[in-house]
């Protein structure tokens, strides 16, 4: 089946600091790939949708300065948050769409800790 | 405003009882998902349902898109402690062709106790 690789799992950083988060299909090609954002207990909310070769495009109250994203190529997308803070303390998760079915196949998503 | 109201969103039962998580909405959608996610884990697919008044089962969970494309459900019989997570439904918008972004509800965290 798809698989979607995201790395790290988890990342500890100092606020101002940048990260950055890869997002991998492993077995498909996907041009469009997507970040969320999920709190504790929470649903997940989403952030911005990658287009490969293009600009994201970012959902209403996302800072784009803030968390850049890049997807340079059919296989990857990046999200590198910039100047973290504690309040960018979060658990990211990427999702791509294989053309074979009707759902999207999620990544293992990342805990950020900006300390 | 919630395109997709999930409920409950919390749930706590016994092990054996049965459940029952609900999704619903006033807008049509072209096809429903609902995922299993556990701590520190991306969302998993149990199922995708895309006919009005379709039935899907997988194994104690059923899962049921309404008539008219608008809610759906997930039951579960006897529930077990294996069960317990984070189960979400999300759905593409009729007209977005299945490409466009997945609509989540709000979650329901359901605890099963041994």
């Known amino acids: 089946g798809a698989v979607v690789s995201q790395h790290p799992s988890w990342v500890i950083c100092k606020s101002g600091t940048s990260v950055k988060i890869e997002c991998r299909s492993l077995d498909f090609q996907a041009t469009t790939m997507f970040w969320y954002r999920q709190f504790p207990k929470q649903s997940l909310m989403l952030m911005a949708t990658s287009n490969e070769g293009s600009k994201a495009t970012y959902e209403q109250g996302v800072e784009k300065d803030k968390f850049l994203i890049n997807h340079a190529s059919l296989t990857l997308s990046t999200l590198t948050v910039t100047s973290a803070h504690p309040e960018d303390s979060s658990f990211y998760i990427c999702?791509?769409?294989?053309?074979?079915?009707?759902?999207?196949?999620f990544g293992s998503g990342t805990r950020l800790t900006v300390v | 405003t919630q395109l997709l109201e999930q409920s409950p969103q919390f749930l706590s039962i016994q092990e054996g009882e049965n459940l029952t998580v609900y999704c619903n909405s006033s807008s049509v959608f072209s096809s429903l998902q609902w995922y299993r996610q556990e701590p520190g884990e991306g969302p998993v697919l149990l199922v995708t349902v895309v006919t009005g008044g379709e039935v899907k089962k997988l194994k104690r969970l059923t899962f049921q898109f309404g008539d008219a494309r608008k809610d759906s459900s997930l039951h579960i019989t006897a529930a077990q402690p294996g069960d317990t997570g984070l189960y979400l439904c999300?759905?593409?918008?009729?007209?977005?062709?299945?490409?466009?972004?997945?609509?989540f509800g709000q979650g329901t965290t359901l605890q099963v106790k041994p």
């Open positions: 999300a759905g593409f918008l009729h007209g977005s062709g299945n490409t466009g972004k997945l609509i």
């Open positions: 999702s791509a769409r294989d053309g074979g079915h009707y759902g999207y196949t």
